[in-house]
């Protein structure tokens, strides 16, 4: 199933259930902005795409921008003087771009395709819960070393195992590549054995260092202005 949806590029990587704040500044997203709020967009959905490592942020590289993406529904517009936006978005579904379009509208146009997720290669329901189980407790040992993105939470027990592995992610910080690598698994079994292994690997990284990275620091500060 394909869908026309807006596209807004950015250097950071929405991943489904997150939030992702936004300081919209630029005339073409402010333009995009007023077209959700008054349904000239349906929906208020748009799609959110990465930007790969060491690349410009902006429509204008196109071959920049990674292949899997991840739709956005506006949630809350706040208005700020000269005509400014602030507003709070979540991640929804992902897609797989087929076509651009730099024509039809201000802000870049994409045509896509929606990804669901696959059959695991592997799959119990056993080996879920063991799974799960790990993955939970490398958060613990994360949380432990005193990282935490701010304002987030333990998944609750109830979270869906599809889900779950974005949920982890959400907790810590994680650089745009092993974001984008989490969004483009389409088995969920593959994908809770990779946010275990990045868990793990920052956990390690920070109890032999007893420092976060300056990049990933930075990245988690300013990940959602524009």
Not at 132 to 150: C, I, M, N
């Amino acid at each position: 199933m394909t869908e026309t949806l807006p596209l807004f590029p950015l250097g950071n990587v929405l991943l489904p259930g997150g939030s992702l704040p936004l300081h919209i500044f630029e005339a073409r997203y402010r333009q995009l902005v007023m077209d959700l709020v008054n349904e000239v967009v349906p929906g208020r959905r748009f799609g959110v795409v990465g930007i790969r490592q060491g690349w410009e942020v902006g429509e204008d590289n196109v071959d920049a921008m990674y292949e899997v993406g991840c739709s956005a529904h506006l949630d809350e517009v706040q208005q700020l003087p000269e005509g400014r936006y602030d507003i709070t978005t979540t991640g929804r579904d992902r897609f797989r771009l087929l076509q651009l379009d730099t024509e039809a509208a201000p802000y870049l146009m994409a045509r896509v395709e929606w990804l669901p997720d696959s059959t695991p290669r592997q799959d119990s329901e056993q080996l879920r819960d063991r799974l799960s189980a790990s993955a939970r407790a490398a958060q613990e040992r994360y949380v432990a070393t005193g990282l935490r993105v701010e304002g987030t939470t333990n998944p609750d027990e109830s979270t869906d195992f599809a889900e779950l592995s974005y949920a982890l992610a959400e907790n810590c910080v994680l650089a745009p590549d092993d974001r984008q690598e989490l969004l483009a698994e389409t088995d969920p079994v593959a994908r809770m054995r990779e946010i275990r292994s990045l868990i793990n690997r920052e956990t390690e990284f920070v109890r032999r260092l007893r420092a976060v990275p300056a990049q990933l620091s930075e990245f988690a500060e300013h990940a959602g202005t524009n």
